[in-house]
Structure formats: structure tokens, C-alpha cells
């Protein structure tokens, strides 16, 4: 199985440049090196003899787009170099990089862009901490309204690199490189629309250094959870499969409930049970079929099935109303020790308390699944977790916080464990954007959960599966499709 993806932050990834620096690899010869990639890279993008303009900046970023423009010219491009600051002032390997070019330097906002048929952003790369200015700021705007290509050296000149945020105006690169790993910025929103395409080119760090670095985050594909995925033997029964609980919300709000329920039977859980209102039970009734329904009266009924021991893992909060009850319910939940999955009104039932919910907690694992509204309502009045710029950040804080894995959905779900593993989800589609969307996704959760699979792996594995079936179906998707779904993507997975 392939090793699943490290990121690395602009700190963690400075850090492995300097060890391989230190274990005896001269760093003009790791410039040499990312400056010959992102040539091979420019080549890709244009045809021979074609005309590349090489806008370059003062530091390390600047010295591969010098690398990168020789190259090139000795390749038969036409190409055109500028500098921001002046050439005397480059130092270090930059300073090297630029002995070996020969032709004329001019300053970079003169460049002439409109006549590119590629421009090399090499302005700025992961060390940029405040928004761009002056003559870099006039070379990024007439970049971008140039209409000619970009490929972006890194990162796109002004997107910080640990955030993915605009550091004001910053380039809309139609390609980027960038060497060794992928940063945060590379996955993030909207970081990652700005990068276009991203190629990790190999430039000697190899995969140990990176690991030795202590990074944590890594990019959401199967290689980070694969291993962990529930398989079936040839023995197996359904009661080796786990039992998922999902609660239901009252008579006019049955449906969230049956979706989670559904995705919690199709992702593999051997039984599935939802527990229903007495108002409700004829509403549940009507629909359920493979799917089992019991009657739970609040809290009480909840305590009172939770004494069946073969319920492992709960499902709670879709449509299951913002009150006390609620709360109440989660906290019998939590106490019976078993897997949990929060969702929607568990988590909106604890606004404003959130330490109310960070005292249960202490009693069972547990998934959290807040879209942004839902993770600003849980923590306002924490500015320390609410407040962090990255959406790492923030959700990492809220599960050590918390004690609970955290999934902070959106176009690029964060999932974080409270030991400090992140992961980042990138294969989600606007199509999920639909109701009962998430409701089906903590169904999943808990379905992997009932199984065995640890938390943080079945979020991870959740948000990926849950996102590609979504893919797979395109245009017109709603939240119905999503558990029918289910079996091709595990078929492509296990089989």
C-alpha cells in the first residue's frame, strides 16, 4: 500500500531543508535541483521556443526561478527574467543561483507579461507573513491580468502558506510546484483554487527527514486508513459487525435520523436500530425496513436500551431538537461508554456551554461533526479555538479541547484527533452541498465505528468515502442517493 501523504507545514518543511542541509547536501544543490523541476515543469506547459517571462523575488523562492530561467534558455525558450529588489542584494544560494544567468535582469513589475505564453511566479514562497507591496504587488496584478498561464513556484506569491488565506493580492496560478511535500496551503480553501494543479517534485529530502520533523497532518486518501477498513471473513456474522443506535428526532422530524441510519447499514454496521419517540414510531415505521426501530421516551428509554450491551455505537443529533432533552440524552450516552457520533442538534444543544459537553466527553469516544456555523455556536466564548486563522488550528484546539475527534466540514474538511493528527479531506464536491448531506455522513461514521474502527481512522475514512460516493454521482445528487452509493466505493476500496 502506498504511504499515506505527509504535509508539512512552511516551519516543519524549513526544518527539513536544514537537517538534509546538515546530513551533508549543500543547499544551492537542493536549489539546483527545485529550479531544474520547475523548468521540466514549464517545458510541459509550452511548447519549444516559446516565450516564458520569470518573475523572481529576493530570497530561496527567487534563486529557483534563476535556476529555472537558465535552464530554459538553453532548452531554445525565449525567456524574460525579472527581479524584485536588487541583484546586489541577493545573498546565500540565491546570490549562487544567480551567477549562472546571463542575460539582462529587469525590474519584475516591467516584465512584459501579455506576451508570455507562460509566466514562472517566483516571487514569494512559504516564508511570505504580510500582504504584499510596492513593486511585488504591481508584478502580482499585472501577472494576473495578463491572461497568459502561471505556474507558481511553491506556493502562489501572497496565499500563506500554513492558512491558505490571502495575504492580500496574490497570484491565480493556472499550475504550481512545489518540493518535497505539500504544504497546508495546498489543500486548504481557498488556498487550493488559487494553486491550480499541484506536482510534488522530488528534490532529495527524503521521506524520513520529513517524518523526523514531527508532522502531522496529512492529506485524507486511503493509504492514511485503508489498513483499518472492516473486511468480512468467511465466518463472519452480523453480530460481528456491531450494532449502531441512531436517535430520532419527533413526527415531523423522522427523516435525518433514517438517512443516518441507512449510510450506517450500507457502510457495513451488522444491525442498525433507530430510536424513535413513541409520537414517532408510526412515522419510523412506515419507512424502515432492513432497519430496526425501538421506542426511546427521552432520557429514561435511552438508559433503558443502552442496558443492551450489543448496542456499540451511537448515532445523535440530526434533527433530534436544540433543548435540555438533548443534553440530557447526550450525557446517558456518553456515560454508557459507548462509540458516539455528535451531529447538528447535539452539538447546537451545548451553545455557549461547551464545557458542559467537554465534561461527558471524558467517558467515550466520540466524533464531533460540526459544519462551521455549528463549530462557531459550540465554542463561542473561546476565542482560543474560534480565533487561529487556520482551519487546522482551530480544529485541532477543539478536539484537544474537547477530548473528541473533530470533523470540521466544508469543501476541505479538517479532521483532528486531540493527540494532535490532522488530516485534510480534498476530494469533496459542491454536489454535497444539499440537505441531509452530513446526517448521512455521521452515519457513516458511527457504521465504521460500530465495527471496530477507531475513531479518528473512521472519520477519516468516513469524510473520504462519503465525499467520493457524492462524486460518483454528479449533478442532481441528494441526500437519498448517497447510501446506495455506499457499495461501489467500498467494492473499489476492498476489492
Not at 449502531?244 to 413526527?251: E, F, I, K, Q, Y
Not at 459544519?371 to 478536539?399: C, Q, T, V
Amino acid at each position: 500500500m502506498n504511504r499515506p501523504e505527509l504535509i508539512l507545514t512552511p516551519i516543519e518543511m524549513k526544518q527539513a531543508d536544514a537537517a538534509t542541509i546538515a546530513a551533508g547536501t549543500p543547499g544551492i544543490d537542493l536549489m539546483t535541483r527545485a529550479g531544474r523541476a520547475v523548468a521540466d515543469k514549464a517545458a510541459e506547459m509550452t511548447a519549444r521556443g516559446g516565450r516564458i517571462v520569470v518573475a523572481a523575488g529576493p530570497g530561496n523562492n527567487g534563486g529557483d526561478g534563476f535556476v529555472a530561467a537558465r535552464l530554459l534558455e538553453q532548452q531554445g525558450y525565449r525567456v524574460s527574467l525579472g527581479l524584485v529588489g536588487q541583484r546586489e542584494r541577493l545573498t546565500g544560494d540565491s546570490a549562487l543561483a544567480a551567477e549562472g544567468w546571463r542575460g539582462e535582469i529587469v525590474a519584475a513589475e516591467n516584465l512584459p507579461f501579455q506576451q508570455a505564453d507562460l509566466i514562472i511566479d517566483a516571487l514569494f514562497g512559504t516564508g511570505l507573513t504580510r500582504g504584499l507591496e510596492g513593486a511585488a504587488r504591481i508584478a502580482v496584478e499585472r501577472m494576473n491580468m495578463s491572461g497568459r498561464p502561471i505556474l507558481s513556484v511553491d506556493l502562489p506569491s501572497g496565499i500563506d502558506g500554513d492558512t491558505g488565506e490571502p495575504l492580500g493580492v496574490a497570484v491565480k496560478a493556472a499550475a504550481t510546484i512545489t518540493f518535497a511535500a505539500r504544504k497546508p496551503c495546498h489543500l486548504l480553501m481557498p488556498g487550493r483554487t488559487f494553486c491550480g494543479p499541484v506536482t510534488v517534485a522530488d528534490i532529495g529530502i527524503t521521506p524520513e527527514t520529513l517524518a523526523a520533523t514531527g508532522a502531522r497532518i496529512w492529506a485524507n486518501s486511503p493509504p492514511l486508513w485503508l489498513h483499518a477498513l472492516p473486511r468480512p471473513g468467511t465466518a463472519s456474522h452480523k453480530y460481528d459487525r456491531g450494532h449502531t443506535l441512531v436517535a430520532s428526532g419527533g413526527a415531523t422530524r423522522t427523516g435525518a435520523a433514517r438517512l443516518a441510519a441507512r449510510a450506517a447499514l450500507r457502510i457495513g454496521s451488522g444491525l442498525v436500530t433507530v430510536a424513535s419517540p413513541p409520537e414517532a414510531l408510526g412515522v419510523n415505521a412506515a419507512h424502515l425496513t432492513a432497519v430496526m426501530l425501538r421506542g426511546c421516551d427521552g432520557p429514561e428509554g435511552l438508559y433503558a436500551i443502552l442496558k443492551d450491551m450489543r448496542f456499540n455505537s451511537l448515532v445523535m443529533g440530526p434533527a433530534l431538537g436544540v433543548n435540555a432533552n438533548t443534553r440530557a440524552m447526550v450525557a446517558v450516552a456518553v456515560n454508557a461508554r459507548r462509540s458516539l457520533v455528535l451531529d447538528a442538534d447535539a452539538l447546537t444543544s451545548f451553545e455557549g456551554i461547551a464545557e458542559e459537553l467537554r465534561q461527558v466527553l471524558r467517558h467515550a469516544p466520540t466524533v464531533l461533526t460540526p459544519h462551521g456555523g455549528e463549530f462557531g455556536r459550540l465554542f463561542s466564548g473561546h476565542p482560543d479555538i474560534l480565533d487561529p486563522p487556520s482551519k487546522i488550528e482551530r480544529a485541532r484546539r477543539a478536539a484537544l479541547y474537547t477530548g473528541a475527534v473533530v470533523v470540521l466540514k466544508g469543501p476541505d474538511t479538517v479532521i483532528a484527533a486531540p493527540d494532535g493528527r490532522a488530516a485534510v479531506n480534498e476530494n469533496g464536491t459542491p454536489y454535497l452541498a444539499t440537505a441531509g448531506s452530513g446526517d448521512t455522513l455521521c452515519g457513516i461514521i458511527g457504521g465504521l465505528m460500530a465495527q471496530g474502527v477507531d475513531a479518528f481512522e473512521a472519520a477519516s475514512a468516513g469524510a473520504w468515502i462519503h465525499a467520493e460516493a457524492g462524486a460518483s454521482f454528479g449533478p442532481g445528487l441528494i441526500a437519498e442517493d448517497l447510501a446506495d452509493l455506499l457499495p461501489n466505493v467500498l467494492r473499489g476500496l476492498l476489492t
